[in-house]
T-cell receptor, first 112, second 113 residues
Framework: AQSVTQPDIHITVSEGASLELRCNYS??????LFWYVQSPGQGLQLLLK??????LVQGIKGFEAEFKRSQSSFNLRKPSVHWSDAAEYFC??????????FGTGTSLTVIP | KAGVTQTPRYLIKTRGQQVTLSCSPI?????VSWYQQTPGQGLQFLFE???????NKGNFPGRFSGRQFSNSRSEMNVSTLELGDSALYLC????????????FGPGTRLTVL
């Protein structure tokens, strides 16, 4: 069965520090992978997506993610975090069965 | 293009009542999905509609139902509300569903007293 795991429930980083949020997926075929961000009380905004091709994808707000098939991972990174990046981050996989699977999310706190 | 809109944004109901939430997808999108989000459970998939047909359904009781109209607008209904139904209900639209990215509305915050 398809699933998405975000092992870190909560992460705290200092402003200006680098960030990596982990995401592992379980999916039989080539996955379509996504990262979303949610600010408090808001809907989800798409940060970036991977369908095929270059395994390093660039997204909005300076985020990037790398698809590693051998590790079934799609980790999100940012070289220098800003206070406005504090939010909830969700990894998701889209399946050929017309379903979308979300991870449980990682809450990011940014310390000034 | 206008984004996904959801109405109302906030709703307060009492136990036993019913509620209807509305979602207007992005123009041209035929797939609409609904999610329940709570602090303890994260994003839980309710159902997905495509061209007026329910194509996928999550593991929710029959009190939760939905429909989609010919213009792709969708409604979600919850009957006999329970305290545990208090949540943020998110609607997402997609061109054809499945593997393609979903675009989310701002959500409807439902509080059941």
């Amino acid at each position: 069965a398809q699933s998405v795991t975000q092992p870190d429930i909560h992460i705290t980083v200092s402003e200006g520090a680098s960030l990596e949020l982990r995401c592992n997926y379980s999916y039989g075929a080539t996955p379509y992978l996504f990262w979303y961000v949610q600010s408090p009380g808001q809907g989800l905004q798409l940060l970036l997506k991977y369908f095929s091709g270059d395994t390093l994808v660039q997204g909005i707000k300076g985020f990037e993610a790398e698809f590693k098939r051998s590790q079934s991972s799609f980790n999100l990174r940012k070289p220098s975090v800003h206070w406005s990046d504090a939010a909830e981050y969700f990894c998701a996989v889209g399946s050929t069965g017309n379903q979308f699977y979300f991870g449980t999310g990682t809450s990011l706190t940014v310390i000034p | 293009k206008a984004g996904v809109t959801q109405t109302p944004r906030y709703l307060i109901k009492t136990r036993g009542q019913q509620v209807t939430l509305s979602c207007s997808p992005i123009s041209g999108h035929r797939s609409v999905s609904w999610y329940q989000q709570t602090p303890g459970q994260g994003l839980q998939f309710l159902f997905e509609y495509f061209s007026e047909t329910q194509r996928n359904k999550g593991n929710f009781p029959g009190r939760f139902s939905g429909r989609q109209f010919s213009n792709s607008r969708s409604e979600m209904n919850v009957s006999t509300l329970e305290l545990g139904d208090s949540a943020l209900y998110l609607c997402a639209s997609s061109f054809s569903g499945g593997r393609y990215e979903q675009f989310f509305g701002p959500g409807t915050r439902l509080t059941v007293l």
